[in-house]
Every structure is written in C-alpha cells, then in structure tokens.
C-alpha cells in the first residue's frame, strides 16, 4: 500500500503538470484551428504507440519477471534494440508520406489547417520514437518492481516541458506546444537510462523474445484494428464546429489524470504479483488480488461521479475559465465530461481486466473483446454524430467503455473459475505485501 501510494502521488504530480501544459495552450491560443491542428497531429503517432509499444509493455513485464541477471539484461536489450530499429523506420515513412495522409485524417479542416496539422504531426512524430523506447525501459523497471523511479522520470521531463512552453508559446506561437512534448519524452528517456546497466549484446534468438513474438501477435492484429478508435472521433469532429476537437480532447486529458493514477499505482504494480500466482497455479489468489482492485475502483468512481455532478462545473471555470476560454467554453465542458463518465470508469475497469489477462498470458481474450467492441462503438458513434453531433460521439463512447469492462469481467471470471475447478491450488493465502 505504502509502494501504491506513492507511485499514485508520483503519477498525480506528473499528470497535474500534463494538464497545465494544455491548459495553458488552450487559454494562451484558445479552442480553435491551431489547437485542433495540435491535437490532432497527436492521433496517429499516439495510435501507433498503443498499438506496438503499450501491447509490447503488457507482454514484456511477465516475460521478464522472474529471469536471472544475464538473462534479463540480454533480453531487455534485444526488446530495446528492436523497438528502435522499428519505430524510426516507422517514423520516416509517416514523415516522408504526411502531406498524403493527413487530409484523409481531417477531411474538415481548411486548407491551412491541414498544412499546420502535417508541420505538427512531423515534429510529433520524434516523440513516438523516444515514448516507443522509454516504453520498454518502463516495462524493464517494472519487472524488476522498480516502480518509484519509473513514475518520478516523467515528471522532471513534463517540468522542463512546461518551462519551455510556458517562455515559448507567447513569442513562437503553437510549434512551441509540439516541441515541448518532444523535450519532455527525452528527458524522460535520458533518465530512465541512467538505471539501465549490464550491458549486454541482443540476442534476436532467445526463446522469450519469440515467444514474446507469439504473445504480442493477436495484439497487433487485434488492436490495429479497435485503437483506431481516436482516428474516428478525428476524423468526425473535424467537421464540427472549430474549438470541439479541442473541446473534448481536453475533458479526455482531465479524465486522464484519475486513469493514469489508477494504472500506475493499483493496475501496474499488480501485473508482477498476478504473473507469479499464475505461475505457481494459485488461482483463488489470483482471482481475489483483481476482484480487490475492482471493488476500489468502483467505489472511488461513485464518489468522484457525485463530486463532479456537484461542483465539477465551478472548479472548471477556476481552472479553465481564463483568457481565451469563454464562459460558454467551460459549460460545454462540463455537461462533455458528465456525458463521457464511461471514459474513465469503464477504462479503469478495463485496466485491471485486461491487466489481469496479460498477466496470466492471455493476450488474445481482451483483443478479441476488444474487436468486437470498437466494431459496435465505431457504429454508434456514426449514427450518434449523424444524429446529435458531438454529443452523440460523447454518449457512444460511454457505451462502448462499459461494454467492453462488462464483457472483459464475464469472460475472466469464466476462464478463472475454470483454472480453479481443473485442480489448481484453491487455499486462500494472505494477500502479498503491497496489495
């Protein structure tokens, strides 16, 4: 508990100045063509990561746990090196071919705004690159339960960020925003090295690196497909009124904050612990750390949904409700946010299943589920745009998150329950230190 704190006042920290960053783009530029252009040069780049990197980082924390030093160092290693060969490939062809495929992204926006999106997004794309590698130097920390420097290098680099936006952005305008993400990834990157020792030289044939291969298959596949998920509410909401891109992608950044603290802190840490209890076939304990962690998340959500019907919209006008952010702006926000409560209750939930899954190798349920999902989400939020506009687009995504936490907790019960009537060990243990 001591350990989840603190990552959680870490990971609080760290999200708080991420917020202030767009906070103070938005009340420095205001809602409108550049900051639309900002965020959405963010989508694909962010689309690629979760994809790759995020599927890799649930993938790489079991596989490592538990290996002896040499081996765990050589594996690493290989994971970095392959990562990086990959994402600067990668990273190229999206440079060379952004002026092609950005329009198809934004059909909406004017001329200029697709020019400003393309500059953006080219400059973005650095940052997959660095967030791709410190993506794996996070999964290396957390296999060795190094979770407090993990959680602290991001919030020297997003200070830094913040510093240069807040001399820069007043003086060169919105490519100031885009390069600040770039230096608050490096840092991160920087840091997160300094931990990584015992160098040792890739292995590309080491037994966990192809059977990580195997596991992160159905992932790939699975989520290139349902992550695409961002590139609709773009693609739609760029032929919306100006300002509502910004709008949402904003509610979405607050709602981030509690989401982040929760995988960090509660979802993260748990991945080692489950991974072991898989190992040694303890199944009832496994079932009672995730169904623990859901029960928390539950009743957590509850308390912060009544606060935020409360006094949400008062604490959005103290801390949005300045300069180019208009009253009507902040209002429009709120009942956004009220809307979207599916966001973050169904993603945390999510979380912790889909951790709980990958933790006892499973990777192909929660892509399957997933799959299935975004297919009815995807069709939602066409029928709810073409209706209601945003908030159609608002109310499917709501939707689409509680299905998915729903389906997610049947079918693992299910696969739980099954383990636990086969034969394996059915005594309750006392919970692990750190639970």
């Known amino acids: 508990m001591k350990i989840s704190l603190s990552i959680g006042v870490l990971v609080g920290f760290n999200l708080v100045i991420t917020f202030l960053i767009q906070w103070y783009i938005l009340i420095i530029i205001g809602p409108g063509g550049q900051t639309d252009a900002l965020f959405a040069s963010l989508t694909l780049p962010q689309f690629v990561l979760t994809v790759i990197s995020q599927s890799l980082m649930h993938v790489l924390v079991p596989l490592l746990t538990g290996l002896g030093e040499d081996e765990f160092w050589q594996d690493a290693w290989s994971f970095l090196f392959i990562i990086v060969i990959l994402f600067s490939l990668l990273a190229l062809v999206l440079f060379v071919l952004a002026p092609v495929w950005i329009p198809l992204l934004v059909p909406g926006f004017s001329a200029d705004g697709k020019a400003l999106t393309v500059r953006l997004t080219r400059i973005q794309l650095i940052t997959m690159v660095l967030t791709a590698v410190s993506t794996v130097l996070l999964g290396v920390y957390h296999a060795r339960q190094r979770f407090i420097w993990a959680e602290f290098t991001p919030l020297l680099g997003s200070l830094v960020g913040l510093g240069l936006l807040w001399w820069g952005l007043p003086r060169y305008g919105i490519i100031t925003a885009s390069w600040a993400m770039v230096i608050r990834v490096g840092i991160q990157v920087a ?38 998920d961002p590139i609709i509410d773009r693609f739609l909401l760029s032929m919306t009124t100006r300002g509502n891109l910004s709008l949402l992608y904003l509610g979405q950044q607050i709602y981030s904050i509690p989401l982040m603290i929760i995988n960090s802190a509660i979802a993260a840490p748990m991945v080692p612990q489950l991974a072991k209890l898989a190992k040694s076939d303890e199944w009832v304990q496994f079932r009672h750390v995730y169904r623990l962690r859901l029960l928390l998340i539950m009743g957590l959500s509850m308390i912060g949904f009544v606060l935020w019907l409360t006094i949400g919209q008062m604490l959005l006008k103290r801390v949005v409700g300045y300069g180019e952010v208009t009253a009507d702006n902040v209002q429009r926000l ?3 946010m009220i809307l979207l409560i599916g966001f973050p209750v169904g993603g ?51 939707l689409y998150y509680f299905f998915n936490a729903l389906v997610e907790f049947v079918f693992l019960e299910r696969e739980v329950g099954r383990a636990i009537s086969t034969g394996s060990s059915v005594r309750i243990l006392e919970l692990p230190d750190g639970v």
């Open 348 to 398: 945390a939930l999510g979380q912790i299943l889909a951790s709980s899954f990958y933790a006892k190798g499973n990777t192909t349920s929660p892509t399957q589920i997933g799959i299935v999902g975004f297919t009815i989400g995807a069709i939602l939020k066409i029928v709810g745009f073409l209706f209601l506009g945003l908030t159609g687009i608002v109310i499917a995504t709501t």
């Open 191 to 228: 840091l997160l090295l300094t931990g990584v020792s015992h160098f040792q030289m890739p292995n590309f044939r080491s037994p966990r690196l192809i059977e990580g291969w195997r596991k992160i298959r159905p992932l790939l596949l699975g989520t290139a497909y349902y992550k695409t």
């Open 334 to 336: 709120w009942w956004l």
